[in-house]
């Protein structure tokens, strides 16, 4: 463990997204599967929910969660629906702070977050790794630190909070 953390070091901070990254992120392809968040406090307490998700690059995204209430985010290149049983919200993106970094990473352009944080990877064995940092001071107030790993249909991403709570989506791409 310790050898591989200081390979991970010397190979220095990402500048650009590795392919089997990339491959991923720039798919034109329809992705679907399902998903487990699961939120841990510090005191240990876990709230776990389970839905699916949908992607279809350049039209809309759907994230929907079935256990253990409904509520479901579906998103368009114009707006966005959040329902759940007691409300409707829609809003247009643009609307949305910070919205033009995202819609820079939805055309390819990942920049931005590598101007955010410090991020390490690493390939071993079809799997991938990355440990992200925020070097921007107001990123740094509210999150601690990102990971990712596993392989490209069936991988896991983890937000750790500067209060210790943690954040972990499982997602696993239909058919795998």
Same mark, same amino acid.
């Given at each position: 463990?310790?050898?591989?953390?200081? $390979?991970?070091?010397?190979?220095?901070?990402?500048?650009?997204?590795?392919?089997?990254?990339?491959?991923?992120?720039?798919? %034109?392809?329809?992705?679907?599967?399902?998903?487990?968040?699961?939120?841990?406090?510090? *005191?240990?307490?876990?709230?776990?929910?389970?839905?699916?998700?949908? $992607?279809?690059?350049?039209?809309?995204?759907?994230?929907?969660?079935? #256990?253990?209430?409904?509520?479901?985010?579906?998103?368009?290149?114009?707006?966005?629906?959040?329902?759940?049983? #007691?409300?409707?919200?829609?809003?247009?993106?643009?609307?949305?702070?910070?919205?033009?970094?995202?819609?820079?990473?939805? %055309?390819?352009?990942? /920049?931005?977050?590598?101007?955010?944080? *410090?991020?390490?990877?690493?390939?071993?064995?079809?799997?991938?790794?990355?440990?992200?940092?925020?070097?921007?001071?107001?990123?740094?107030?509210?999150?601690?630190?990102? #990971?990712?790993?596993?392989?490209? /249909? *069936?991988?896991?991403?983890?937000?750790?909070?500067? #209060?210790?709570?943690?954040?972990? $989506?499982?997602?696993?791409? *239909?058919? /795998?």
């Amino acid at each position: 463990m310790f050898l591989g953390c200081a $390979i991970l070091l010397m190979t220095g901070f990402l500048s650009e997204v590795p392919p089997m990254v990339a491959e991923r992120l720039n798919s %034109t392809n329809e992705t679907q599967g399902t998903f487990v968040q699961t939120k841990t406090m510090p *005191d240990g307490r876990r709230f776990t929910s389970k839905g699916t998700y949908r $992607i279809r690059p350049g039209k809309d995204f759907e994230w929907a969660v079935h #256990d253990p209430f409904e509520t479901c985010f579906y998103s368009t290149q114009e707006k966005y629906v959040y329902t759940n049983e #007691d409300e409707r919200v829609e809003r247009a993106l643009k609307d949305l702070p910070n919205f033009a970094r995202l819609s820079e990473a939805a %055309t390819g352009d990942y /920049q931005g977050f590598f101007a955010a944080f *410090d991020a390490l990877y690493k390939e071993e064995d079809g799997k991938f790794f990355v440990k992200a940092k925020p070097k921007v001071k107001e990123l740094k107030r509210f999150l601690s630190q990102v #990971d990712a790993e596993g392989e490209p /249909q *069936d991988w896991e991403l983890t937000a750790t909070f500067p #209060d210790g709570t943690t954040f972990k $989506i499982e997602l696993k791409e *239909d058919g /795998q």
